[in-house]
């Protein structure tokens, strides 16, 4: 018996033993152990971190841990995925397989009232990028103090234009702040409709105005509806992805 | 609309989940998670990912003895 396993997730049958067999990260034979009516999918392993400076070799495995959920999922609904590198030891008294045993012994029930909280959901991500050169374009065409400064400016020498254009700016860039906090209020207001939870996430990157995570019925969610209506605006463009796992939903009380 | 879920365009999306979020287990039964001194890679997602992890303190109780580990291999 080796001295550490491997987590991969957590499943919850209760109407059936949960039969699984898949392979995992490096070739291991990936396999269940039980408790009740939970499981945990794991493999065998020693007791040291996945760790490697290859990029490659890292996002292989991190793929793999999640392939492995993924097949979990495909067959058992209620899913509870753990974090990559997530490895139980064992201890003076106790083996890891013990150790595996005793956690889930300990946080059986939270684990099947988060299993009953998630069940029939997935996961979506949710992306908003904001074109703000078009909003902003839009707004030195039709804001009427932009269009008084505009004409204001016309009627100037060089040295009030140039004042003037310096004003200009400042009441664009705060029009422009204004309307991103309208929209990313007015879409999180109809994305909540839809959704059951959500976590507002950092954006990432530039232009992106917003980024969830969204947990929501796994089939028959109205979510791309609403995404639809949003991409469909000039200004605004949606990156949807999933469904997932739980991954952003899973943390235990 | 419908969602995308192809590894070729959302893999980093899946290391931002794999590496920052799930089940989260006590630490006096772990050997690691994605322990940041080990994984020196340059794969702009899995750093960002691990960097989220330390701000939220996930690494502080483990940081040490993962060097232990490390320094045990590599000795």
């Given at each position: 018996m080796k001295q550490a396993i491997c987590l991969y997730c957590i499943v919850w049958s209760p109407n059936k033993p949960v039969k699984f067999k898949a392979v995992g990260i490096s070739g291991k034979e990936v396999y269940p152990i039980y408790y009740k009516d939970l499981a945990l999918i794991i493999h065998e392993c020693k007791p040291i971190p996945y760790s490697s400076k290859d990029p490659r070799k890292v996002s292989e495995w991190v793929k793999k841990h999640g392939q492995v959920i993924d097949e979990v999922w495909d067959i058992w609904d209620s899913v509870l995925p753990f974090q990559f590198n997530t490895i139980i030891k064992e201890t003076p008294k106790q083996s890891a397989f013990d150790n595996a045993i005793s956690w889930l012994e300990e946080k059986h029930g939270a684990i099947i009232q988060k299993m009953r909280e998630l069940s029939g959901q997935a996961e979506f991500g949710v992306q908003i990028y904001w074109n703000r050169q078009h909003t902003s374009d839009h707004l030195i065409k039709n804001e009427p103090t932009l269009l008084n400064l505009q004409k204001e400016m016309a009627t100037k020498g060089e040295g009030g234009q140039f004042l003037l254009r310096e004003k200009l700016e400042v009441e664009l860039r705060g029009l422009l702040q204004k309307e991103g906090l309208k929209w990313t209020d007015q879409f999180l207001s109809k994305i909540k409709t839809v959704v059951s939870q959500y976590r507002v996430e950092k954006?990432?990157?530039?232009?992106?105005?917003l980024n969830l995570s969204c947990l929501t019925?796994?089939?028959?969610?109205?979510l791309g509806e609403i995404l639809e209506e949003i991409e469909n605006m000039e200004a605004f463009r949606v990156r949807f992805t999933g469904p997932w796992p739980p991954y952003s939903f899973s943390s235990l009380a | 609309m419908k969602p995308i879920r192809d590894q070729k365009h959302t893999l980093v999306d899946l290391l931002d989940r794999v590496l920052d979020r799930g089940v989260i287990l006590h630490?006096?039964?772990?050997?690691?998670?994605?322990?940041i001194p080990l994984i020196?890679?340059?794969?702009k997602a899995v750093i960002a990912g691990i960097e989220t992890m330390l701000e939220h303190g996930y690494f502080n109780e483990w940081d040490q003895e993962i060097r232990e580990i490390e320094g045990k291999n590599t000795a």
């Open positions: 954006p990432k990157e530039t232009g992106m105005i019925d796994k089939e028959k969610s109205r | 630490a006096d039964l772990i050997i690691s998670v994605a322990g020196g890679v340059s794969l």
